[in-house]
T-cell receptor, first 114, second 112 residues
């Protein structure tokens, strides 16, 4: 079974631009979560989607948004990029409720904002 | 607010040692706890998942225990190898949410 895939793996953008990251979960998994990892803050939860519905959202500004498609693939968008948005963005998938299921992470997208 | 702590932040040991990695959390209302490893520049690899009703889980040379009432988990690595060198993170799934709260991780170096 293929693992979680994320595209692109690396991105370089400039301040003020916007970016879209993509995540394809493990086949059959319906929940997708997104996390931001930085050296200073560690891993922080962005949002979680299940069956195209956002169920949970972390404490990030409205510039961070996401969506999930009917095939469970998910995208996250960051608008008006700031230098502090430079980070490794990770997505995780699980079959259903995280309370009962292991979460599996993708390799991440490394975003650099200049 | 849930806080997860991993101490120490880094550990360097010779090959063959048995290791204990510690994780503590402040709010015992968790659904489960998961241990991950992360290699430099890579994503997270799930090692073990312990449900809140369980006391321990084992996989190969790894054994993880959970004491929910005291807010602690330990990851035991037997007979460490250089290939075990990585950053180890623990994360708790907060009750009532789908959100994992992570510790800052412990960087392990196993020297040949």
């Amino acid at each position: 079974k293929a693992g979680v895939t994320q595209t692109p793996r690396y991105l370089i953008k400039t301040r003020g631009q916007q970016v879209t990251l993509s995540c394809s979960p493990i086949s059959g998994h319906r929940s997708v979560s997104w996390y931001q990892q930085t050296p200073g803050q560690g891993l922080q939860f962005l949002f979680e989607y299940f069956s195209e519905t956002q169920r949970n959202k972390g404490n990030f500004p409205g510039r961070f948004s996401g969506r999930q498609f009917s095939n469970s693939r998910s995208e996250m968008n960051v608008s008006t990029l700031e230098l502090g948005d430079s980070a490794l963005y990770l997505c995780a998938s699980s079959p259903g409720l995280a309370a009962y299921n292991e979460q599996f992470f993708g390799p991440g997208t490394r975003l650099t904002v200049l | 607010k849930q806080e997860v702590t991993q101490i120490p932040a880094a550990l360097s040991v010779p090959e063959g040692e048995n290791l204990v990695l510690n994780c503590s959390f402040t709010d015992s209302a968790i659904y489960n706890l998961q241990w991950f490893r992360q290699d430099p520049g890579k994503g997270l690899t799930s090692l073990l998942l312990i449900q809140s009703s369980q006391r321990e889980q084992t996989s190969g040379r790894l054994n993880a225990s959970l004491d929910k009432s005291s807010g602690r988990s330990t990851l035991y690595i037997a007979a460490s190898q250089p290939g075990d060198s990585a950053t180890y993170l623990c994360a708790v799934l907060q009750g009532g949410s789908e959100k994992l709260v992570f510790g800052k991780g412990m960087k392990l170096t196993v020297n040949p």
